[in-house]
Structures are given as structure tokens and as C-alpha cells.
């Protein structure tokens, strides 16, 4: 018994060292584009057991619209996550929203397999959230930061509840 179990870990871990990961993100990288959303990096590292993704500029429709320092995509299978570090919007968007994130995490699971979680932190304050990946909704909880509470922008994508602010749209 001890051997199946060791020999499944082992495997388990093979195949995570193993896996083609620049070969998925440059994968994920061509969906995108079929949806206008193009990414551009400086740098792309396989590491041991993620990938590590640098200087990052976001485009929608062929105008930019972030940059982001660093993403780091953990592809565990069972448990996989994309940490997204130092978000700045570009000028064009900033007159929409002019807000920096600092930090935007990304996380799925087999056990929660039709949602993608969502937890984010910056000048805007708190966001949590999840987007159903079945019936493509996505629902957003906003606990602001005085700074963001008072900017006239917030009330065009959130609506103030006792719960918080939210945003609920489907894609």
C-alpha cells in the first residue's frame, strides 16, 4: 500500500515538473486573442513548479490597457492559481477607473471545478469574488478604501448593498 501511495506521489510531482507550462500559457495566450485580449511580456520562466510571467502589458481591441510587474501561475492540477502582482491601469483607462492593484489572485480547484475565485487588494480597497465558469457569471464584493469610496466611478460598476458593494454581470 505504501508503495501505490508513494508511487502516485511521485508521479503527481512528475508530471507537475514536467508539464509543458509555456506551452499552456502560449496555449491560454491564443484564446485570449480570439477575444481581443492580447498579452505581451519581457519575460517567461518555467521555474520547477510554476511559471513566472515579467513585465507584463495587457491589451484590449489593440489599446493598452495595464501593466503589470510580475505573474506567477502555479498549475498544480487539483489546485491551480495565478498570483498577479503591482496592476497599473494605462492612461487611456484612467479616466474610467484610476485605481493600482497590488495584488489580484486567481484560484481554481477540482472541488469548486465551475468556479474560478477571485480575491484582490489596492487603492480600491478589498474585492472578493468568483466567476461561475458554467453559466459565466461573474459576482464581485467591493469593502472600498475611503479614497475609492468617495470616486464618482464606483456607483457606474458597483451597487451599494448593507452587504458592501457589488457587481454582479454575465459574460
Do not use: R
Not at 484564446?31 to 491589451?59: A, M, P, R, T
Not at 468556479?115 to 480600491?124: C, H, M, V
Request: overall charge positive; charged content about 30%; hydrophobic content about 45%.
Amino acid at each position: 500500500m505504501k508503495k501505490i501511495l508513494l508511487s502516485l506521489v511521485v508521479f503527481y510531482i512528475a508530471l507537475i515538473v514536467l508539464m509543458p507550462k509555456k506551452e499552456l500559457y502560449y496555449t491560454l495566450n491564443d484564446i485570449l486573442k480570439s477575444n481581443l485580449i492580447e498579452i505581451s511580456q519581457k519575460s517567461l520562466h518555467d521555474k520547477l513548479f510554476f511559471l513566472e510571467i515579467k513585465d507584463v502589458e495587457l491589451y484590449y481591441d489593440k489599446a493598452k490597457v495595464a501593466d503589470i510587474k510580475k505573474i506567477d501561475i502555479i498549475p498544480f492540477i487539483f489546485f491551480n492559481k495565478a498570483t498577479i502582482l503591482n496592476i497599473e491601469l494605462a492612461d487611456s483607462v484612467k479616466n474610467i477607473l484610476n485605481f493600482k492593484a497590488k495584488e489580484l489572485k486567481l484560484t481554481y480547484n477540482i472541488f469548486g471545478f465551475s468556479k474560478i475565485y477571485i480575491a484582490s487588494n489596492g487603492t480600491f480597497g478589498e474585492l472578493e469574488g468568483e466567476f461561475d465558469l458554467k453559466s459565466k457569471k461573474l459576482f464581485l464584493k467591493l469593502t472600498p478604501s475611503k479614497e475609492f469610496e468617495n470616486d464618482k466611478n464606483i456607483n457606474k460598476f458597483f451597487k451599494k448593498t448593507e452587504n458592501g458593494y457589488i457587481h454582479e454581470s454575465s459574460i
